[in-house]
């Protein structure tokens, strides 16, 4: 009861602060303030947010700043984009007129990335502020959350876990939780990319402050912790299909949102602000240009060597590449019977064939990959990447068996009657006379398809996957770098698809010798 007074009267001291002096100071940890130096202080120059109301706004998918961008701001325009960095990044490229985010989170990016020229308008809390907390399906886990949550309150290991990961100068080490498992292990889904809440640290695992909060609840319950990543949009629609069965991700409470989940007491109170351009007199792009071989330099420094960081590019590499490669022959395999199902003459056979191939067409690829791990294999417990690697090599075998209809149509039937004319059987005709000339026609098409299909696992981290596109978005969000990452996994996928296709090309030249 103490420690709520003691919330209450300080936020209402800052209420009071923001009206008298028009800039507010953000508040975390309950009872302090972010002081920031240079350009992250509160506005001097009198700009303030009201003055980008009816202007073109970015936020983040999933995020509650659409209703803010709608409802407050009257956007004239409401751009949606997947990750902070971009949605911050459309301002600075002039795609967006603001952009909207957690302010304290944003205070933060700044200080690591490169946004010289933006400006930082704080809101103030009498307009809009939102209480962040866990919730999930289950209201006796929530419950005993709740328990957990006032005990760690009251023992003072809530504000230690604010020391720890809020302050700008503070450490932010995990500390050793140690984790029985004895009662089983709680499911968590997080986007693990949301520095200091939930990020990937310098030894390629999860830390942050909703991390070390998960853990010690588990430990509370004699549990182990199993974390699953996901981008921030895929976080409700995971734990309301059953996947996971708690969330921490620094989520902000809505009333809509608390009709699709049970959210557990709040933990903490932040703010919103608005990110704009900075105005000619203030100095725009005020940043010094570099040359290439210095944003190289650098670029790799930051985004692969420090802390590691190429371990988690060479990780989603595999998981693409198993993902792939399983696709592919499972997919040709299945390609093979759709096949020959197309070329029977009965009808009972084509239509089967012909339906399957229809649907797999009509649908889009994310589509069909939501519909197979939420709905198909939604209460199986099947990992993520069985589930890609079946949707997955549903596409490639409708690909691969319409294609090989299609060059098996190419060949002359006077051909195949000529073979059975001199003692040929129908599979030795077949064998001699249909496949090699099949292979030759379908085999550009294979090659396509097999690198669309390497193209196309990099939307697998909408289900929990960590990828190689997944790796470089983790990164993104620890580095605040908008250009290198995408461009080196760019690469990587260019290098990849070159290789296999190559590869490809060689055995195939050896088998048809």
Not at 182 to 203: E, F, Q, W
Not at 336 to 361: D, E, M, Q, S
Not at 422 to 427: D, P, Q, V
Request: charged share 20%; aromatic share 12%; hydrophobic share 45%.
């Amino acid at each position: 009861m103490k420690q709520k007074m003691r919330f209450f009267l300080f936020l209402t001291a800052l209420i009071i602060f923001s009206i008298v002096n028009g800039s507010p100071l953000y508040a975390f940890a309950g009872s302090e303030t972010l002081e920031a130096d240079g350009t992250l202080t509160a506005p001097q120059n009198g700009r303030d947010y009201t003055e980008f109301f009816g202007k073109s706004t970015a936020v983040m998918t999933g995020s509650v700043y659409d209703a803010t961008a709608k409802d407050i701001f009257n956007a004239s325009e409401v751009l949606y984009f997947a990750n902070q960095t971009d949605t911050f990044n459309a301002v600075k490229e002039g795609k967006a007129e603001a952009a909207l985010y957690d302010y304290y989170e944003t205070l933060l990016m700044f200080t690591s990335g490169d946004y010289d020229d933006l400006e930082v308008i704080p809101i103030p809390l009498e307009v809009e502020f939102y209480e962040k907390a866990v919730f999930s399906l289950d209201r006796s886990l929530i419950d005993r959350y709740n328990v957990f949550l006032r005990n760690i309150k009251d023992d003072g290991t809530l504000e230690e876990m604010y020391d720890r990961w809020l302050y700008a100068d503070s450490p932010r080490e995990m500390p050793e939780i140690e984790l029985s498992g004895a009662a089983g292990t709680l499911t968590v889904a997080t986007a693990g990319t949301r520095t200091p809440y939930s990020y990937m640290g310098g030894d390629g695992e999860l830390t942050g402050f909703e991390i070390e909060n998960v853990k010690r609840f588990a430990a509370s319950l004699g549990m182990d912790v199993r974390f699953d990543t996901m981008d921030f949009a895929a976080l409700i629609p995971y734990v309301v299909s059953g996947k996971a069965q708690l969330c921490a991700n620094w989520v902000s409470i809505t009333p809509e949102r608390a009709e699709a989940v049970i959210f557990s007491e709040s933990y903490f109170t932040t703010g919103t602000c608005v990110v704009v351009k900075k105005t000619a007199e203030q100095g725009e792009s005020v940043g010094a240009s570099v040359g290439f071989t210095e944003w190289l330099k650098k670029g790799i420094q930051n985004n692969l060597v420090q802390e590691n960081r190429w371990r988690l590019i060479a990780e989603g590499l595999g998981v693409t590449l198993t993902i792939s490669v399983w696709s592919l022959i499972a997919g040709t395999v299945l390609g093979c019977l759709v096949c020959f199902l197309l070329v029977r003459k009965t009808r009972w056979a084509r239509i089967p064939a012909t339906i399957y191939n229809a649907l797999i067409h009509g649908l889009p690829m994310m589509v069909l990959l939501m519909v197979f791990y939420y709905i198909v294999f939604g209460k199986s417990g099947v990992s993520p990447i069985p589930v890609a690697i079946t949707a997955f090599a549903l596409v490639e075998g409708a690909g691969v068996g319409g294609s090989l209809k299609n060059a098996m149509d190419t060949v002359d039937v006077v051909q195949i009657e000529a073979a059975r004319s001199i003692g040929f059987t129908a599979f030795g005709a077949f064998r001699r006379v249909t496949l090699p000339q099949m292979i030759k026609v379908a085999l550009p098409g294979y090659l396509n398809g097999f690198v669309e299909l390497v193209k196309g696992t990099a939307i697998v981290g909408y289900i929990a996957i960590q990828d190689l596109s997944r790796a470089g978005d983790i990164i993104r969000s620890r580095t605040y770098d908008a250009y290198f990452p995408i461009l080196f996994v760019a690469l990587v996928y260019l290098i990849i698809t070159s290789v296999m296709v190559l590869a490809f090309k060689l055995i195939i030249r050896r088998v048809m010798k």
